[in-house]
C-alpha cells in the first residue's frame, strides 16, 4: 500500500516540475475560474424559480381531502344534467339552425360587398406585431423568444451570429431604463463594457433603426398636415431649418400628450420650459 502511495507521490512531482505541464495548467486556470463562476451564478438564478416550483407543486400537486366531497358533487350534478334530456331536444335542434342559419356567409350578398367594410391591413402588419417582442419586458425575460424566429431578422444586412450573441447577453446587464422602449434601446446602444467598447452596438443600431420606420403612411402624412399648419401664406418666408425645428418640437409635444398651440402662433420660452 506505501508503494502505491510512493508511486503516485512520485508520479505526481514529476509531472506537476514538468514547465509544459505548468503551463498548461496556467493557461487553464482563468478558464476553469470563469466556468466556475458562472456556474454559481447559474444556479443562483435557478434556485428561486427550484423553490417556487417546488413550493406550487407542494400547494396544489398533493392530494387535498376538504376537496374530495366538492369533486364528488360536481361528478354526481354532471352526471345528472349533463345526460341527453329528451325535452331539450328540439330546443337543440332550433339552436342548431340558427347558428347554420346566421353563422355562415349570406350568399345573397356579392363577396365584393362581403369584404368592403373589413379593415385593410398593411402588408407588413407582422412585423408591427412583432414588435411587441422589442419590449424592455420581453426582452429581460428569461422566456423571451429566441431572435432567429423574430421575423424582422431577415433584414439584417449584417452578420446574424452577431446579434444572437447581444441578444443572449443582454439580460446579463442590470438596465436602469426599463419603462419607454426607446430610452431603453438608446441605453443599450450607447453601453459599453469594462474595456470601454460598445457592447450592443450591431443589435442597439439594428433595433433602433427598426424603430425610426414608419409601417405606414399616416407619420409621412401628419409630418405634411402639420407642415401647412405652421407654414401658411403669411409664413411663407419660413426658412427650411426653423421648419424642421418646429415640426420636431410639436412632433416631441404630440407624443408626449403635452398641449400644441395653434399653428398661427409662435412657440415662446413658456411652451419650451416644460421640456426635459
Same mark, same amino acid.
Request: charged share 20%; net charge neutral; aromatic share 10%.
Given at each position: 500500500?506505501?508503494?502505491?502511495?510512493?508511486?503516485?507521490?512520485?508520479?505526481?512531482?514529476?509531472?506537476?516540475?514538468?514547465?509544459?505541464?505548468?503551463?498548461?495548467?496556467?493557461?487553464?486556470?482563468?478558464?476553469?475560474?470563469?466556468?466556475?463562476?458562472?456556474?454559481?451564478?447559474?444556479? @443562483? %438564478?435557478?434556485? !428561486? +424559480? =427550484? /423553490?417556487?416550483?417546488? &413550493? *406550487?407543486?407542494?400547494? #396544489?400537486?398533493? $392530494?387535498?381531502?376538504?376537496?374530495?366531497?366538492?369533486?364528488?358533487?360536481?361528478?354526481?350534478?354532471?352526471?345528472?344534467?349533463?345526460?341527453?334530456? @329528451? %325535452?331539450?331536444? !328540439? +330546443? =337543440? /335542434?332550433?339552436?342548431? &339552425? *340558427?347558428?347554420?342559419? #346566421?353563422?355562415? $356567409?349570406?350568399?345573397?350578398?356579392?363577396?365584393?360587398?362581403?369584404?368592403?367594410?373589413?379593415?385593410?391591413?398593411?402588408?407588413?402588419?407582422?412585423?408591427?406585431?412583432?414588435?411587441?417582442?422589442?419590449?424592455?419586458?420581453?426582452?429581460?425575460?428569461?422566456?423571451?423568444?429566441?431572435?432567429?424566429?423574430?421575423?424582422?431578422?431577415?433584414?439584417?444586412?449584417?452578420?446574424?451570429?452577431?446579434?444572437?450573441?447581444?441578444?443572449?447577453?443582454?439580460?446579463?446587464?442590470?438596465?436602469?431604463?426599463?419603462?419607454?422602449?426607446?430610452?431603453?434601446?438608446?441605453?443599450?446602444?450607447?453601453?459599453?463594457?469594462?474595456?470601454?467598447?460598445?457592447?450592443?452596438?450591431?443589435?442597439?443600431?439594428?433595433?433602433?433603426?427598426?424603430?425610426?420606420?414608419?409601417?405606414?403612411?399616416?407619420?409621412?402624412?401628419?409630418?405634411?398636415?402639420?407642415?401647412?399648419?405652421?407654414?401658411?401664406?403669411?409664413?411663407?418666408?419660413?426658412?427650411?431649418?426653423?421648419?424642421?425645428?418646429?415640426?420636431?418640437?410639436?412632433?416631441?409635444?404630440?407624443?408626449?400628450?403635452?398641449?400644441?398651440?395653434?399653428?398661427?402662433?409662435?412657440?415662446?420660452?413658456?411652451?419650451?420650459?416644460?421640456?426635459?
Amino acid at each position: 500500500m506505501d508503494e502505491d502511495r510512493n508511486y503516485s507521490a512520485e508520479l505526481l512531482h514529476q509531472m506537476y516540475n514538468d514547465p509544459v505541464n505548468k503551463l498548461y495548467l496556467a493557461f487553464l486556470q482563468p478558464i476553469v475560474t470563469e466556468i466556475n463562476r458562472v456556474n454559481k451564478l447559474y444556479l @443562483a %438564478f435557478l434556485q !428561486p +424559480i =427550484v /423553490t417556487e416550483i417546488n &413550493r *406550487v407543486n407542494k400547494l #396544489y400537486l398533493q $392530494p387535498i381531502a376538504f376537496l374530495q366531497p366538492i369533486v364528488t358533487e360536481i361528478n354526481r350534478v354532471n352526471k345528472l344534467y349533463l345526460q341527453p334530456i @329528451a %325535452f331539450l331536444q !328540439p +330546443i =337543440v /335542434t332550433e339552436i342548431n &339552425r *340558427v347558428n347554420k342559419l #346566421y353563422l355562415q $356567409p349570406i350568399a345573397l350578398i356579392p363577396a365584393a360587398d362581403r369584404h368592403r367594410d373589413q379593415p385593410v391591413l398593411p402588408s407588413d402588419v407582422e412585423l408591427l406585431e412583432n414588435l411587441v417582442s422589442l419590449s424592455p419586458a420581453t426582452v429581460l425575460s428569461p422566456l423571451k423568444p429566441p431572435l432567429v424566429d423574430v421575423s424582422f431578422v431577415r433584414f439584417y444586412s449584417g452578420r446574424v451570429g452577431d446579434l444572437q450573441q447581444e441578444w443572449a447577453r443582454i439580460g446579463t446587464v442590470s438596465w436602469t431604463t426599463q419603462q419607454d422602449t426607446e430610452d431603453f434601446w438608446i441605453d443599450v446602444v450607447t453601453h459599453t463594457d469594462a474595456s470601454g467598447e460598445q457592447d450592443f452596438q450591431h443589435l442597439g443600431g439594428f433595433i433602433l433603426s427598426l424603430l425610426s420606420l414608419p409601417f405606414s403612411n399616416a407619420a409621412v402624412e401628419w409630418v405634411f398636415s402639420t407642415m401647412n399648419i405652421v407654414k401658411t401664406k403669411l409664413r411663407n418666408r419660413m426658412q427650411q431649418d426653423s421648419l424642421e425645428k418646429i415640426l420636431h418640437v410639436r412632433g416631441y409635444m404630440s407624443r408626449h400628450g403635452r398641449n400644441v398651440p395653434p399653428g398661427g402662433r409662435r412657440f415662446h420660452a413658456g411652451h419650451l420650459r416644460h421640456l426635459p
